[in-house]
């Protein structure tokens, strides 16, 4: 696997717990990803099921769409989408929160975005050697109603033992404090993880919970930088890094993908709320099981 990073960002992305690459996609694959993902959301009929996506755990329990979403491409609205009549506010593109989670390995050009071999040279340089691509999401943060996603761990939401969950994430527009940028601790990955949240059944149905781990609070939006980027820049956040972004205000939309990634030797628990079938197995990220003609 050919290296992709210096020994200096290596050491800052140990250090901080995330590490920004200006530059890392092309103009033309973010085009590319932004086009698909309006494509996506045009042909999704918003008629038959409504899902809203939030980080409030109230409004998780029990959505079995959300669950099934494992294995497809599914459209969130955002939590303002809504108006007290139970109609879009503002047309079905600019009412979508996120499209989840399977798209790497459903959409050929999610697919092509995803399964780089300068993306596994990245893992591996931070010691993903053996990455597995398990959640991909490309998240709208629409203008006026963008919605906050709360403080949070990755590794609460896709846990391994041990811990190898990290998270790449791409600026497909630019990123700003206006817009709803990313903010993190810097550092704060060298902590405990405060919750898992996991299923409550052992079937979609039987809707998900919390397991509190560790009642230390997690830090407050002020003491997290904010990652102001362009488009194109990618960011790698550590599992157990706190980060958040806040809601979007602005008449800009700001569009991003995100890939997680875990370990192929680390144990992931049935617990999960994220189940693959045998029908779509998770793929390494340098495709290296990839089985030859
Ligand atoms: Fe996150």
Sequence with gaps: MPSVLSDTQIESYHRDGFLVLPDFASANACAGLRQRAVAIVDAFQPSDRRSVFTTNEQDRISNGEFLDSATGMWCFFEEEAFGADGQLRQDKSLSINKIGHAMHDLDPVFESFSYTSELAGVAADIGLTDALAL??????????????????QDATFLYTEPMTVTGFWFAIEDATLENGCLWAAPGGHRTTLRKIFK????????GTMFDELDPAPLPSPSDLVPLQVSAGTMVILHGLLPHWSDVNRSAKSRHAFSLHCISAGADYPASNWLQRSP?????????SDRVSA
């Design 135 to 152: 959640q991909s999401m490309y998240i709208f943060k629409q203008p006026h109603i963008g919605g906050e996603v709360g403080c949070h």
């Design 199 to 206: 299923r409550a059944g052992s079937d979609n149905e039987g």
């Design 279 to 287: 029908e779509l197995p998770l793929r390494r990220l340098d495709r």
